[in-house]
C-alpha cells in the first residue's frame, strides 16, 4: 500500500476514532470492500462478452465472496446468454448436430473441476464445481458427467437455438471443416482473477469449435491447457483452437514461465511463439493468451490481430486489443 494512501487510511481511522461512531453500517461496509478490490483486485477475461462476466466476478469479489466463486459466476452469465454461439447450450453444435460443452475451473487452493463432452446442461461450469468439491476427481466426461449433473439437481435441455440451427443448416449444405479459433466461429470465455488478498482463481467454458467431430474435446476444460491457477505465481487462460494449446500445455506454460520471473506479457508472447515453432499452420488459426502475476501486471498476446479482452481494475472495466505475432493477419 502507498503510503499516501495508508497515510489517508490512517486519518480516517483517526477521525472515525475521534468522532466515536459507535457502529459501521451496511453501506460502509460495501464501499470498504469496493475499496479492497480497487486496492489490488484484477478480473481479466477472453473477448469482449468477458465485460459482463468482469461486471459479475467484481460483484462477488465487493460482496466478500471467494475467488471461485466470483470466477464461476462470472463465466455463468455468458453461459446462460442465449446470443453467444460459442459458449453455453446456444453455442454451434457438432458435426452430428450436437452442442457439446467443455468447462473447468481453479481456485486459489490449486483445487480443480473439469467437465467435457456434457450435453444439455446450462451451467457445465456448475458442474464442474461440484466435481472439485464433491467428488475425489478433477474431470468428469460424456454419460458419466451428464448422470452425476442430474443427480445433483441440473436439468438436461437440449435442442439448438434457432441461430445455431440455421447455422447447422447453412454448414451441412458444404459439411466443409476447417477450424480456425476465429471470433466468429470460436469464442471461449476463460476468466482469470486476483482478489484483494493476492488469491488467485479462474474459470474456463466453451460449447468448443463450431461443427466439430463428435466427441471432440477442445482445451478449454483441461486443467494446465486452457486454464491454470497456482496463488503462488498467477494464474493464464488461453482460447483459440484448442489443439494448438494442448499441444504446448499453454497455460501451465505460462504460470511457470511467470514463475521464473517473467512478465505475464512476455509469458503470453512465449507461449504464442512456441505454438509458431511447433504448429506448421500456425498462420491459419487463431489462439490468444492472458495471464496475471502476483504484482498485478497482466499480459495478453494472440496469434493473429484481433483478439480482445476485458480488465476490470481500480474501478474501471474496459475493452481492450491484445497485440500479436501477425499483425495484418498471415504475414
Ligand atoms: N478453445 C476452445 C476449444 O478449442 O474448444
Redesign the pocket.
Known sequence: MSSRRKFIRNVSLTAASAALIPSITKADKKRRVEQLLAEGGIVLSTWKHGLNANVKAVEILNNGGRPVDAAQQGVMVVESDPTNTSVGLAGYPDRDGHVTL?ACLMDEFGNAGSVTFLEGIEHPVSVARLVMDKTPHVMLSGEGALQFALLNGFTQRKGLSPQAKQAYAEWLKTSSYKPT?EAKD?D?IGLILRDSRGNFSGACT?S??AFKMHGRV???PIIGA?LFVDSEVGTAT??????A?IKICGSHLIVELMRLGISPQRACEEAVKRISIKQKNYKDIQVGFLALNKAGEVGAFSIQPGFQYALAKEGKNDLMDAASLLTVGKN
Not at 488461453?238 to 489443439?243: D, L, N, R
Open positions: 467443455d479459433g470460436h471461449t466453451t468448443g469449435l477442445g482445451d478449454s486452457g488461453a482460447t483459440g483452437v484448442g489443439e494449446v
